[in-house]
């Protein structure tokens, strides 16, 4: 069985560009997290989707957004990228919602580097 | 709101000694609470959760916690470390119709 797959897994970007990262989540899995983890903040959280609605949103400003497919695969979008959104973004699926604690797994995540 | 605490950023121990990474969450209604691993350049692989039922839970690799609702803490431990051991470590809770949110992590040197 598939994991979660992220790509690209490494792109350079120059400031002012966007960006966009896709993830496919394991089959079946319906609900699509994003993260970002920085040396400095750690592992936050951005939105989580959840039959093509997002479900939740984190304390990011509006430059980040997302987007779900029917098919539960997922997008992030980072408009006027600043040296600042350098990162590693992951992304996680999981069957239904936290509701149930299921289990989330990560993919390997997509390294954005802004310079 | 939810947060979560791990106390030690980073913790060093001799192969074939216990491990013991520290963890405590707060959260106003019983929490979903879990225990990540990341190697270098790899993404975070659950090590074990706890959501109902036995306090004390076993994961992958030999890992197991012990949820304590009066303490608020969810501590990870290893009877005897072994060189793989060495990588990040991240305790993480949700609750019903919440994100993951993660403590800052603990990263895992293991010396022989």
């Not at chain 2, 060093?12 to 520290?22: D, F, M, P, Q």
């Not at chain 2, 304590?68 to 793989?84: I, N």
């Amino acid at each position: 069985k598939a994991g979660v797959t992220q790509t690209p897994r490494y792109l350079i970007k120059t400031r002012g560009q966007q960006v966009t990262l896709s993830c496919s989540p394991i089959s079946g899995h319906r609900s699509v997290s994003w993260y970002q983890q920085t040396p400095g903040q750690g592992l936050q959280f951005l939105f989580e989707y959840f039959s093509e609605t997002q479900r939740n949103k984190g304390n990011f400003p509006g430059r980040f957004s997302g987007r779900q497919f029917s098919n539960s695969r997922s997008e992030m979008n980072v408009s006027t990228l600043e040296l600042g959104d350098s990162a590693l973004y992951l992304c996680a699926s999981s069957l239904a919602d936290t509701d149930s604690g299921n289990t989330i797994y990560f993919g390997e995540g997509s390294w954005l580097t802004v310079v | 709101a939810q947060s979560v605490t791990q106390l030690g950023s980073h913790v060093s121990v001799s192969e074939g000694a216990l491990v013991l990474l520290r963890c405590n969450y707060s959260s106003s209604v019983p929490p979903y609470l879990f225990w990540y691993v990341q190697y270098p350049n790899q993404g975070l692989q659950l090590l074990l959760k706890y959501t109902t039922g036995a306090t004390l839970v076993k994961g992958i690799n030999g890992f197991e916690a012990e949820f304590k609702k009066s303490e608020t803490s969810f501590h990870l431990t290893k009877p005897s470390a072994h060189m793989s051991d060495a990588a990040e470590y991240f305790c993480a809770v949700t609750r019903p119709g919440t994100a993951l949110i993660f403590g800052k992590g603990t990263t895992l040197s293991v010396s022989s």
